[in-house]
């Protein structure tokens, strides 16, 4: 089994910065790619930025400039580093990892963290 586990959500005002975390556990062989999401009450899931194994990052239009994703591979963990926060950021962010579970099969089945919100106040 694969465990995410997110933390760094809260409150905080506009225009300022706040860290997510997400370390994965549990028995597995590599971990491909890695990203964050964030969902809005009523709406769809968006995609905010995905960093893959060599470091390679995508972020959508709205946060490119204002946040950074990273990872530290030998911990298994990414993070995103959020500054210039807008309210509009404010939802319930989601880390997710493209995750391969044995070294015999190249298969890789993707899994999400719980979630942790984030509040950007006005």
């Known amino acids: 089994q694969v465990q995410l586990v997110e933390s760094g959500g809260g409150l905080v005002q506009a225009g300022g910065s706040q860290r997510l975390s997400c370390a994965a556990s549990?028995?597995?062989?590599?971990?491909?790619?890695m990203g964050w999401y964030r969902q809005v009450p009523g709406k769809q899931r968006e995609l905010v930025a995905t960093?893959?194994?060599?470091?390679?990052?995508n972020y959508v239009d709205s946060v490119k400039g204002r946040f950074t994703i990273s990872r530290d591979n030998a911990k298994n963990t990414v993070y995103l580093q959020m500054d210039s926060l807008k309210p509009e950021d404010t939802a319930v962010y989601y880390c997710?990892?493209?995750?391969?579970?044995?070294?015999?099969?190249?298969?890789?089945?993707?899994?999400w963290g719980q979630g942790t919100q984030v509040l950007v106040s006005s």
């Open positions: 960093i893959t194994s060599g470091g390679s990052t």
């Open positions: 549990g028995s597995f062989f590599s971990i491909n790619a």
């Open positions: 997710t990892a493209l995750v391969r579970r044995w070294s015999f099969s190249s298969k890789a089945s993707d899994y």
